[in-house]
C-alpha cells in the first residue's frame, strides 16, 4: 500500500497503513451513558456523545482499509485486587468502584457498564485490551501486540480526551510512536480541557503529537481502498 498524507496540527503527517493502527479507548457505558462511573463523579455524561459518530466513522474506514483496531476497556477485576485503594477511595463520588449501580457494578470487569457502547462495539477478531490504569500501556500488552505487528502510527479516538486518551497518548509517545489524535472522535466532560487537551498535543511542534479530524482521517484511508 502507498504512503498517505492526512492533514493534521501541526503539520501533515504521512502514513503507511500497513503500519497504522486505530486505538479507541474506553468508549464503555460506564463513561458515556447515565448510571455509570463518569456519572458517579458528578458528570454530565451526555457530553461525550458528541465523539461516537466520529468515532464510528474513522472504526468504520480503518475496517474497511485493512488497519489494526484495538479498543480499550478500563476497569477492574470483580475483587477489586487490582484496584489501588488510592483511586477506589479518593474524593467524594457518589457512588465507589465496585458498588452496584443500575448497569451492575461500577467500572468492574463483566458488568454491563464496563461494556463498549453498541454503535462502536468491537467485531470478532478485533482485540479487546483490559486496563486498570488511565494509559493504555499500563499493565497491558499492548506494546507486544502493536511491535508484533510493526505498528509505526497510532491514530486513537475515544474518551476522555485528558485523561486515558492524553495518557495513552504520551506512553505511546514514550515508546517511540506516533500518534495521530482525532479530535473530534475524543471527548471529555470538560469542553475547555477538551480543547486544551488536542493544544497540547500538538503544541511545540508536535511535543506528543499530531491532531487531526474524522473526515480527514476517513478521506485519507478511503485512498488506501481505492489504491
Ligand atoms: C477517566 C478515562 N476519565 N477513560 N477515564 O477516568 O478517561
Known amino acids: 500500500m502507498p504512503r498517505l498524507q492526512i492533514d493534521a496540527d501541526p503539520a501533515p503527517i504521512d502514513i503507511d497503513p500497513a503500519r497504522t493502527a486505530l486505538i479507541i479507548i474506553d468508549m464503555q457505558r ?49 475483587d477489586l485486587s ?22 451492575g457494578r461500577i467500572l468492574v470487569r463483566g458488568e454491563p457498564g464496563h461494556d463498549i457502547i453498541p454503535a462502536l462495539a468491537p467485531e470478532p477478531g478485533e482485540p479487546v485490551l483490559d486496563k486498570p490504569g488511565k494509559g493504555a500501556f499500563y499493565q497491558t ?45 475524543c471527548g471529555s466532560y470538560f469542553p475547555e480541557f477538551h480543547a486544551i487537551g488536542l493544544k497540547m498535543i500538538a503544541a511545540q511542534g508536535g511535543i506528543f503529537g499530531w491532531v487531526s479530524n474524522s473526515d480527514a482521517v476517513a478521506a485519507t484511508l478511503a485512498k488506501a481502498e481505492a489504491a
Open 82 to 103: 487490582d484496584a489501588p485503594p488510592a483511586k477506589v477511595e479518593r474524593g467524594a463520588p457518589s457512588m465507589r468502584i465496585g458498588d452496584a449501580g443500575s448497569m
Open 141 to 185: 500488552d499492548l506494546e507486544l501486540m502493536l511491535k508484533n505487528r510493526g505498528a509505526e502510527t497510532l491514530l486513537v479516538c475515544g474518551v476522555t480526551t485528558e485523561v486515558c486518551v492524553h495518557t495513552t497518548v504520551r506512553e505511546a509517545n514514550d515508546r517511540g510512536f506516533r500518534c495521530i489524535v482525532v479530535g473530534d472522535a
Open 30 to 78: 460506564d463513561f458515556l451513558e447515565p448510571g455509570g462511573f463518569g456519572e458517579t463523579l458528578g458528570n454530565d455524561v451526555s457530553l461525550l456523545g458528541a465523539a461516537i459518530e466520529p468515532c464510528r466513522k474513522v472504526l468504520d474506514a480503518a475496517r474497511d482499509t485493512g488497519l489494526l483496531v484495538i479498543h480499550t476497556r478500563e476497569g477492574h477485576r470483580p
